[in-house]
């Protein structure tokens, strides 16, 4: 014995055309929740070494709000609510800012305190050799700021173009339509 439906077929076809349009934004709860746990596992492991450096603890502290930014505006994605994704676009900035001042101190102290490590390798290895060192870390850090504007720069435009997109999406999608996602959402 089969039961009936008790949605009409429009019912259905709109449920249907509502789930396609909504994957345009959807996979971006799947990305917040990568980010998150990612973020999350860094910010421990900077905190516990941080333990021994006050700049490490502060970095750790930062992503620490970076990962719970990220698991904030993915539960509110999942609510279809706009607001997720604005404070996705903006966390990616903040993480983009943190990291660009821990490169920006660590280029500092490269050239304002000198490792003397550097010396003794350099009467290992011969003269020259603690500058190649402190021209290679210059270099690593200024590659990892440029290497950061790109990547997070366009995690911060994946969010913030989804902003747009969830907003016409709550504008053309009926009440009862959302309704049923939210309540089956979560």
């Known amino acids: 014995m089969t039961e009936e439906s008790p949605l009409t077929s429009e019912q259905k076809q709109a449920i249907e055309d509502a789930r396609a349009r909504a994957r345009t934004f959807a996979g971006a ?3 917040a929740a990568f980010n998150g746990w990612t973020f999350g596992f860094f910010a421990v492991v900077s905190i516990l070494f941080g333990l021994f450096s006050l700049p490490g603890f502060l970095v750790g502290v930062g992503l620490a709000v970076v990962t719970r930014n990220e698991f904030v505006g993915r539960r509110r994605i999942l609510g279809y609510e706009p607001a997720g994704f604005e404070l996705l676009w903006r966390n990616q900035i903040g993480l983009m800012a943190l990291i ?12 304002a305190f000198p490792d003397p490590a550097l010396a003794e390798l ?3 290895l011969g003269e020259g050799t603690d500058e190649l060192m402190r021209s290679l870390t210059q270099v690593m850090y200024a590659a990892v700021i440029v290497a950061t504007v790109i990547f997070q720069g366009l995690n911060a435009r994946y969010y913030f173009v989804r902003v747009a997109r969830l907003e016409a999406y709550l504008r053309e999608t009926p009440a009862w339509v959302l309704d049923l996602q939210r309540s089956v959402s979560g």
């Open 29 to 31: 709860a799947k990305v």
């Open 100 to 111: 660009i001042a821990y490169c920006v101190w660590s280029l500092y102290r490269t050239v």
């Open 122 to 124: 350099t009467e290992l």
